[in-house]
């Protein structure tokens, strides 16, 4: 009898306490619903005994009864399975990391390893808890790029400050400065740091300095303007464009003030001598009105039309603005080419210095020297005129040919043709030029910034082929036009970097030939898939044929797996017989098919 109640009460307290392990377990996996942990439990031949998740019940059930040769991805497995032997070898706590590729991408885990126990003390396995700290990861990369970016914008700060006219100070509510980027009135900088503008400052510009600061520290409002300073041993002032703003704490207080002071006694010396020029250019402009008044009414002596009264003054006025050019310019006949280049890209300049490269020997152009004149820019350009260019926008809506044709007929140079084309497109004609098929459908993919797509001959239309679209993944938006899934948005350069922020596209590619970073293996196979959709869509659209590939980013291609992912796309048997071809990239074959292009008008 005391020994069925023994059992029956044993039965009894080991479902209560069955119960209460259970009901434990769940409130702790749902205090913990929100952190990305798993749980796991391994025998000493490290094969899955149970797999707990705190995301979703059922996760993790496919390991059961596996090992970790099984389960663990090649990169990882060796490194993984060593630290856990030796959790079961020296019976001790260990840590580590590991890399999963999920289904939501790669994935870092941190894992604590923990030897556990049978009821006689020998270690019959490990238990592990693995957490998702692959956000940690990424912030910190991102707080030392962000570090390492504010100090080197905090570099060119100080550097493009001791190299301008600009100067930046700061002064506590007494002014004495507190800091200041630039020496000023004549003193160093370790020299004015503590003293007042009452000890630096001379003359009467320094009482409107000190009225326009303490205005400022009164009203807490900014103060701006104008200040003559006169420095002790120069007779002549130094002209200074003050702006100063109260430095306030956290609560609002003014504790100072900040300010700036831009030197523009240069401005101001020149608006003087603009003055006086202004003067004498309203003394010859009568003049000149003078003349030209006279040669209209010469004009009309001789003409008995409006039509023949206005060619004749027009050939009139053209010849005094010639005359007039010929005097500035010291007898110059001709044009030179790279001034030429240089003026005509003026309303650009923000973009010459980044993106333009102008580079060659000293050619000028006499009357006779030019049959056509050829231009390429990035973008959209029908007849002459720039569209659209994603990757240069200050250049949209520029009508290039118009341009450039005005300005060789103000320097006398006759040009029969001035043609301004796509810049893939004279990759495409220099191509057909150089291998003897100007007779023949040439197309050239040219990788770089972006993305171009040449044809030649060229087809009347309006069309981009670097930015086609290739998958309808919603989250490829990286293309510079704003748009989503297109070739230029995965495969330009600008892209790349935009999309690796911890690497250059050289090292991604790198990394995907060795196969050591699984998300630079997926990009370089994603980068030649859309490169293989869009020539796809060419071969449906224009038939097969010859597709070379140019620019500074055709060293990335690897032809074996473009050919590969075209043979997966295009099956009909009338469009097979496609082949690429990687030329390099040329600036005379570029030249070449610019003037091909305006040749053909």
Same mark, same amino acid.
């Given at each position: 009898?005391?020994?069925?109640?023994?059992?029956?009460?044993?039965?009894? !307290?080991?479902?209560?306490?069955? &119960?209460?392990?259970?009901?434990?377990?769940?409130?702790?996996?749902?205090?913990?619903?929100?952190? $990305? @942990?798993?749980?796991?439990? +391994?025998?000493?031949?490290?094969?899955?005994?149970?797999?707990?998740?705190?995301?979703?019940?059922?996760?993790?059930?496919?390991?059961?009864?596996?090992?970790?040769? =099984?389960?663990?991805?090649?990169?990882?497995?060796?490194?993984?399975?060593?630290?856990?032997?030796?959790?079961?070898?020296?019976?001790?706590?260990?840590?580590?990391?590991?890399?999963?590729?999920?289904?939501?991408?790669?994935?870092?885990?941190? @894992?604590?390893?923990?030897?556990?126990?049978?009821?006689?003390?020998?270690?019959?396995?490990?238990?592990?808890?693995?957490?998702? *700290?692959?956000?940690?990861?990424?912030?910190?990369?991102?707080?030392?790029?962000?570090?390492?970016?504010?100090?080197?914008?905090?570099?060119?700060?100080?550097?493009?400050?001791?190299?301008?006219?600009?100067?930046?100070?700061?002064?506590?509510?007494?002014?004495?400065?507190?800091?200041?980027?630039?020496?000023?009135?004549?003193? %160093?900088?370790?020299?004015?740091?503590?003293?007042?503008?009452?000890?630096? !400052?001379?003359?009467?510009?320094?009482?409107?300095?000190?009225?326009?600061?303490?205005?400022?520290?009164?009203?807490?409002?900014?103060?701006?303007?104008?200040?003559?300073?006169?420095?002790?041993?120069?007779?002549?002032?130094?002209?200074?464009?003050?702006?100063?703003?109260?430095?306030?704490?956290?609560?609002?207080?003014?504790? #100072?003030?900040?300010?700036?002071?831009?030197?523009?006694?240069?401005?101001?010396?020149?608006?003087?001598?603009?003055?006086?020029?202004?003067?004498?250019?309203?003394?010859?402009?009568?003049?000149?009105?003078?003349?030209? +008044?006279?040669?209209?009414?010469?004009?009309?002596?001789?003409?008995?039309?409006?039509?023949?009264?206005?060619?004749?003054?027009?050939?009139?006025?053209?010849?005094?603005?010639?005359?007039?050019?010929?005097?500035?310019?010291?007898?110059?006949?001709?044009?030179?080419?790279?001034?030429?280049?240089?003026?005509?890209? =003026? /309303?650009?300049?923000? &973009?010459?210095?980044?993106?333009?490269?102008?580079?060659?020997?000293?050619?000028?152009?006499? /009357?006779?020297?030019?049959?056509?004149?050829?231009?390429?820019?990035?973008?959209?350009?029908?007849?002459?005129?720039?569209?659209?260019?994603?990757?240069?926008?200050?250049?949209?809506?520029?009508? @290039?040919? =118009?341009?450039?044709?005005?300005?060789?007929?103000?320097?006398?140079?006759?040009?029969?043709?001035? #043609?301004?084309? $796509?810049?893939?497109?004279?990759?495409?004609?220099?191509?057909?030029?150089?291998?003897?098929?100007?007779?023949?459908?040439?197309?050239?993919?040219?990788?770089?910034?972006? *993305?171009?797509?040449?044809?030649?001959?060229?087809?009347?239309?309006?069309?981009?082929?670097?930015?086609?679209?290739?998958?309808?993944? /919603?989250?490829?938006?990286?293309?510079?036009?704003?748009?989503?899934?297109?070739?230029?948005?995965?495969? #330009?350069?600008?892209? @790349?970097?935009?999309?690796?922020?911890?690497?250059?596209?050289?090292?991604?590619?790198?990394?995907?030939?060795?196969?050591?970073?699984?998300?630079?293996?997926?990009?370089?196979?994603?980068?030649?898939?859309? !490169?293989?959709?869009?020539?796809?869509?060419?071969?449906?659209?224009?038939?097969?044929?010859?597709?070379?590939?140019?620019?500074?980013?055709?060293?990335?291609?690897?032809?074996?797996?473009?050919?590969?992912?075209?043979?997966?796309?295009?099956?009909?048997?009338?469009?097979?017989? &496609?082949?690429?071809?990687?030329?390099?990239?040329?600036?005379?074959?570029?030249?070449?098919? %610019?003037?091909? $292009?305006?040749?053909?008008?």
């Amino acid at each position: 009898m005391n020994t069925v109640m023994e059992w029956l009460f044993g039965a009894a !307290l080991r479902r209560l306490v069955d &119960y209460r392990v259970t009901a434990r377990m769940r409130d702790f996996a749902a205090a913990m619903r929100g952190a $990305n @942990m798993h749980v796991f439990f +391994q025998d000493r031949e490290l094969r899955y005994k149970a797999v707990i998740s705190l995301q979703r019940d059922g996760v993790g059930i496919e390991l059961i009864g596996r090992t970790d040769e =099984q389960v663990l991805p090649s990169l990882e497995r060796n490194a993984v399975i060593a630290a856990k032997k030796k959790v079961i070898s020296t019976g001790e706590a260990g840590d580590c990391e590991v890399s999963f590729v999920m289904p939501q991408g790669a994935t870092v885990f941190a @894992m604590h390893i923990e030897p556990t126990r049978g009821p006689d003390g020998n270690i019959e396995g490990i238990s592990c808890l693995a957490v998702d *700290i692959t956000r940690m990861r990424s912030l910190e990369s991102e707080r030392r790029r962000s570090g390492d970016d504010l100090e080197t914008t905090v570099q060119r700060y100080e550097t493009a400050l001791r190299e301008s006219n600009v100067t930046v100070f700061t002064q506590d509510r007494d002014l004495r400065y507190t800091s200041i980027s630039n020496s000023l009135a004549g003193r %160093a900088v370790e020299d004015i740091i503590g003293k007042t503008d009452e000890d630096i !400052l001379t003359g009467a510009g320094r009482d409107v300095v000190i009225a326009l600061k303490l205005k400022s520290l009164a009203t807490g409002n900014p103060q701006n303007g104008e200040v003559a300073i006169r420095y002790d041993d120069d007779a002549r002032p130094r002209w200074f464009d003050l702006r100063i703003e109260p430095l306030r704490d956290v609560t609002g207080y003014v504790l #100072g003030l900040a300010g700036t002071a831009v030197d523009v006694t240069g401005r101001k010396t020149d608006e003087a001598h603009l003055r006086l020029l202004m003067r004498e250019l309203t003394h010859r402009s009568k003049n000149l009105l003078a003349v030209i +008044q006279a040669m209209a009414r010469q004009t009309t002596r001789h003409t008995n039309s409006i039509e023949g009264f206005v060619a004749q003054l027009d050939a009139r006025l053209q010849a005094l603005a010639a005359s007039h050019d010929l005097l500035i310019k010291e007898g110059w006949h001709g044009a030179s080419l790279s001034e030429l280049a240089e003026l005509q890209l =003026q /309303p650009f300049a923000n &973009y010459v210095d980044r993106q333009v490269a102008l580079q060659g020997p000293a050619v000028t152009l006499g /009357p006779e020297a030019t049959q056509a004149l050829g231009l390429a820019f990035p973008g959209i350009v029908r007849n002459g005129v720039i569209e659209e260019s994603p990757n240069l926008h200050q250049l949209k809506g520029a009508p @290039m040919a =118009q341009v450039i044709s005005t300005a060789l007929e103000e320097r006398k140079v006759e040009c029969a043709k001035v #043609g301004v084309s $796509n810049d893939a497109d004279v990759v495409a004609a220099g191509i057909a030029a150089k291998h003897g098929k100007l007779d023949q459908l040439v197309r050239v993919w040219t990788l770089g910034n972006g *993305i171009g797509f040449g044809r030649y001959p060229v087809a009347d239309g309006v069309w981009e082929g670097g930015h086609i679209v290739v998958t309808l993944d /919603p989250n490829e938006k990286f293309c510079g036009c704003g748009g989503r899934g297109h070739l230029e948005g995965i495969m #330009g350069h600008r892209a @790349m970097r935009l999309r690796f922020l911890d690497m250059e596209p050289e090292e991604v590619f790198a990394l995907a030939k060795t196969g050591e970073d699984p998300r630079c293996v997926e990009f370089a196979l994603l980068w030649h898939r859309a !490169l293989a959709a869009a020539t796809a869509s060419s071969i449906h659209m224009s038939g097969p044929g010859k597709f070379y590939i140019s620019g500074v980013n055709a060293r990335f291609v690897n032809v074996g797996v473009l050919n590969r992912c075209v043979q997966e796309m295009v099956k009909m048997s009338s469009l097979q017989g &496609y082949v690429f071809e990687i030329v390099p990239k040329s600036d005379d074959m570029a030249l070449v098919g %610019a003037v091909v $292009n305006a040749l053909r008008g």
